[in-house]
């Protein structure tokens, strides 16, 4: 469902653009700029919209129902229905939260360079990942923390600027690396699961 749907918006964003690009309008741009260049107390818009969602995050996963039952439902979804949750609307609605939240990133990131096209964040789906196995969340489910993800975005970015800054590897071979940080974090964690 996930990779239809884009597929689907992406080739909307090209049709709309006609191959080209969508531009925001310059006004527009203009108003909204302090959102995603200003601060409050000398921190930047983006980095406190982020460290609220954080909080936000851990505390629907800890401190509420719903939290819970998509916790069981990662660790196991049959058990989980056993359990008289209902499956469905959890799964439902955790694809509602992530699709307001990939919202508010959005609002965040085009502004910036005003404009988008079918190009725009692609393989982002890659480093969400790496950056969710490196914070320690176990990719069959059932075990992960928000600030393991936080901590693994931190990582994989400083990883990343660090290997551009000292020219270690081209800046295209970044992707390559994440996704060698994903191969060894399956292995890893499948011969843990073997172990025990």
Do not use: C
């Amino acid at each position: 469902m996930t990779l239809g749907a884009l597929g689907i918006f992406r080739a909307l964003i090209t049709f709309l653009a006609d191959g080209g690009t969508l531009n925001l309008n310059f006004e527009v741009a203009d108003v909204y700029a302090p959102v995603y260049s200003g601060d409050i107390v000398g921190i930047p818009v983006p980095i406190l919209v982020f460290a609220v969602i954080a909080i936000g995050a851990e505390i629907i996963l800890r401190r509420t129902q719903f939290g819970r039952h998509a916790a069981a439902i990662g660790s196991s979804e049959q058990v989980a229905r056993y359990s008289a949750i209902n499956v469905e609307r959890v799964r439902l609605m955790t694809y509602v939260l992530q699709g307001m939240l990939v919202g508010v990133a959005t609002m965040l990131y085009v502004p910036r360079f005003g404009s988008a096209n079918s190009s725009t964040a692609v393989l982002w789906e890659l480093q969400a990942i790496a950056a969710v196995i490196i914070g320690g969340t176990m990719l069959k489910g059932g075990s992960g923390r928000v600030w393991g993800t936080v901590v693994g975005v931190i990582i994989l970015e400083l990883i990343g600027n660090i290997l551009n800054l000292q020219s270690l590897i081209s800046p295209y071979l970044n992707q390559a690396f994440q996704g060698a940080i994903i191969i060894v974090a399956v292995l890893l964690q499948r011969s843990k699961r073997v172990a025990n």
